[in-house]
């Protein structure tokens, strides 16, 4: 299951996932690019509003009563809210950053997790974003709004927290930043990056990083964050032992000496 799948990086993984045999649900708001996903990759297609409670739990329910328990969600629906300093906001649309990016991931997770408990197996991985820990200046003009930064922090420690939670049922959580992928939601943020090929990070590694999440090769690191643009995720796997006894990848406060 796949959420935000109609456009950018779930449409991308959409047809990975396809392309490899995987039969996905394509999750999404916009009923027409859903329609062509599901054209297009012969993914089945459910329209849904992630923020809507009552809405995800029918669907999700709908879903596995008739599919089955799915082995893999991924949690990519999320909006940006534009830009602007806090102030100049309008509060709801501040708020709606949140319901969508922090709320929907809450609710989907909410939806699934019973069935794979009780199988006793399946992954998770929610979307994050390096506005979740990188620093912020005193000159912050608002270009990523403080609601999408707070929104993708949030996202971290819930995925650590609800890791912790399940562990023991088999279960697995990740967080993962797609890094600067060049979609449409970026670009209406970073429109003088869009022409300097550059700046951006290809996609072809989130769905790379997606991929090895899927595979078990990571699950010792379950509730840990991973960079698609900066990590060396496969040597980090080799590491799991030192990740662990050095509590990285995750957000902390540093200590100095």
């Not at 009552?54 to 008739?66: K, M």
């Not at 006793?120 to 990188?134: E, H, Q, V």
């Not at 078990?216 to 060396?232: I, Q």
Request: proline share 3%.
């Amino acid at each position: 299951m796949v959420t935000g799948a109609s456009r950018g990086i779930g449409r991308a993984l959409t047809e990975r996932l396809t392309s490899g045999g995987s039969t996905v649900v394509a999750i999404g708001r916009a009923q027409d690019d859903l329609a062509n996903v599901a054209r297009q990759t012969g993914a089945v297609p459910v329209a849904l509003d992630v923020s809507e409670p009552d809405a995800v739990a029918e669907a999700f329910g709908r879903v596995i009563a008739e599919r089955g328990v799915p082995d893999l969600l991924v949690n990519n629906a999320a909006i940006s809210g534009g830009s602007g300093r806090s102030w100049e906001l309008e509060q709801d649309a501040w708020w709606r950053v949140l319901e969508i990016n922090v709320r929907g991931t809450y609710l989907c997770c909410r939806a699934v997790l019973p069935a794979m408990m009780g199988r006793g197996s399946g992954r998770i991985i929610n979307l994050s974003s390096g506005a979740a820990t990188f620093p912020v200046g005193l000159d912050n003009d608002g270009t990523l709004t403080s609601a999408y930064m707070a929104s993708k922090a949030a996202v971290n420690r819930f995925t650590e927290a609800l890791a912790g939670e399940c562990f023991d049922t088999g279960v697995r959580v990740f967080a993962m930043s797609p890094g600067m992928v060049k979609t449409d939601m970026t670009a209406g943020v970073f429109a003088e990056r869009w022409e300097d090929e550059d700046a951006w990070t290809p996609m072809h590694k989130s769905l790379d990083l997606i991929a090895d999440l899927d595979s078990g090769m990571l699950d010792r690191l379950s509730g840990r964050y991973f960079r698609a643009a900066l990590d060396d995720w496969r040597a980090l796997a080799a590491r799991a032992d030192d990740v662990i006894e050095r509590d990285t990848s995750v957000l902390r406060l540093a200590e100095l000496d």
